[in-house]
């Protein structure tokens, strides 16, 4: 009899788990998801919104892909995992058998207490429900609020600015991501936001949402109240660990997992946004939520699945988003202050950036930051993990063009400021 292997969640993690325990084995396959019937890119959520793509083109294989390569689907929700049994419980559907089980959950949307946090017109944006009613909450509305200063929030106020809808934009930090982004990256973002007609309010926070059938007005931490109709609360995303916290599964922040991706239980694994690794040195971080490192923990855990263990390791940090109109890339580690010992050559124009850490001992290249360019992402991901220095970096740096954006004139202003410093 073939071993069943089922996967609780159809995201990236667990649909990349699926592609490849198909490549690697005959193992009966099922995906549970009680959010919708096929896998789709939520990072193109925004663009459905846009209307520059409709839902059934966010889906990156065919209905039928899914039959023609054994993998099943069931529409439901698992309520309870009988780990000594090994069975999981489906709400208004009939119990499913594993002999291994994957549980690649995700992530939710974050709320703080906030009053009038649950009234109708206030939303996080996560996935297609919280599109379906980010459709119904804005149309005809006056005015929107987006809450929070990280990626989300950023594509949320696009989003709505790209109706004609005015937007206000609470940022809790002094600058626009200034726990992460150097200041002059944060500060190119923060013009960038305004420069669309956004009301970028930094150090900012939201107190409360007033309303009585939904949402009318927030108050803020300035002691400002803002009429609007629709609250957008992009404060963060956490594990969504509900799931394996009913069935007795350890977790902290995430369902706690070792290098291979294994839980507290026999059999039962933890992978993409909602685990959380057992020790440092395994991931970039203990949580790693995104899509890039769900896309590799997917494949990593699909070989152990299979009987063909391997340890993760993330190797070179890599994220890359969309700030309006200006695209941003980063690899390796480039803090918002570099440490002791590291060197940094920062150079800007024309609405484009490109930074580069160092190690001033050694001369090796630690990070790269990019903003308004395009780099080669297997050139910078080589130079970091072949120690190149940065001498040879900056002369070189042409080599990572990947479009007509990164003109030569810029890798010449790269060398000229390394010859100069």
């Not at 592609?19 to 396959?29: N, P, Y």
């Amino acid at each position: 009899m073939k071993r069943h292997i089922v996967i609780v969640g159809n995201g990236v993690t667990g649909v990349t788990a699926a592609r490849f325990i198909r490549k690697l084995s005959a193992s009966q396959i099922t995906v549970i998801s009680s959010e919708t019937d096929h896998f789709y890119a939520r990072t193109a959520l925004m663009y459905i919104y846009m209307g520059h793509m409709r839902y059934r083109e966010t889906k990156p294989y065919e209905d039928h892909f899914w039959t023609q390569n054994g993998i099943g689907l069931v529409r439901g929700y698992v309520t309870h995992v009988d780990t000594a049994r090994k069975v999981l419980h489906i709400a208004d559907g009939p119990e499913i058998a594993y002999d291994s089980l994957l549980l690649a959950t995700g992530s939710q949307s974050s709320k703080f207490g906030w009053p009038g946090q649950n009234l109708p017109g206030v939303q996080g944006l996560y996935g297609i429900p919280d599109l379906v009613l980010m459709e119904r909450y804005t149309r005809n509305i006056s005015r929107g609020v987006v809450v929070g200063g990280g990626l989300i929030g950023v594509e949320m106020a696009e989003m709505l600015h790209a109706r004609g809808i005015p937007v206000t934009f609470l940022v809790r930090e002094d600058s626009y991501m200034d726990y992460l982004l150097p200041q002059k990256e944060s500060r190119m973002i923060n013009e960038e936001i305004c420069r669309h007609d956004i009301d970028l309010r930094l150090a900012t926070e939201l107190k409360a949402v007033k309303g009585t059938t939904r949402a009318e007005a927030v108050v803020t931490s300035t002691g400002d109240e803002i009429v609007c109709q629709f609250v957008g609360l992009t404060v963060g995303v956490h594990p969504n660990i509900g799931l394996a916290q009913a069935s007795g599964i350890a977790t902290r922040r995430g369902i706690l997992v070792n290098e291979y991706f294994e839980t507290s239980v026999p059999d039962v694994y933890a992978a993409g946004d909602c685990a959380e690794f057992n020790r440092d040195g395994i991931g970039s971080r203990r949580v790693e939520q995104l899509w890039y490192t769900g896309r590799a923990h997917g494949k990593t855990v699909a070989f152990t699945l299979c009987g063909m263990p391997r340890p993760y390791r993330r190797g070179v940090f890599f994220n890359s988003a969309k700030f309006f109109t200006i695209e941003y890339q980063t690899y390796g580690d480039v803090p918002a202050e570099p440490p002791g010992g590291i060197g940094t050559l920062c150079v800007t124009g024309n609405r484009k950036l490109l930074r580069i850490n160092f190690d001033r001992q050694s001369g090796r290249v630690t990070g790269i930051n990019v903003l308004g360019l395009r780099l080669r992402q297997d050139v910078c991901e080589a130079w970091i993990q072949g120690g190149a220095k940065i001498e040879d970096v900056a002369h070189q740096v042409n080599r990572a063009r990947f479009d007509t954006e990164f003109d030569p004139s810029f890798a010449r202003k790269v060398q000229r400021m390394f010859t100069q410093a």
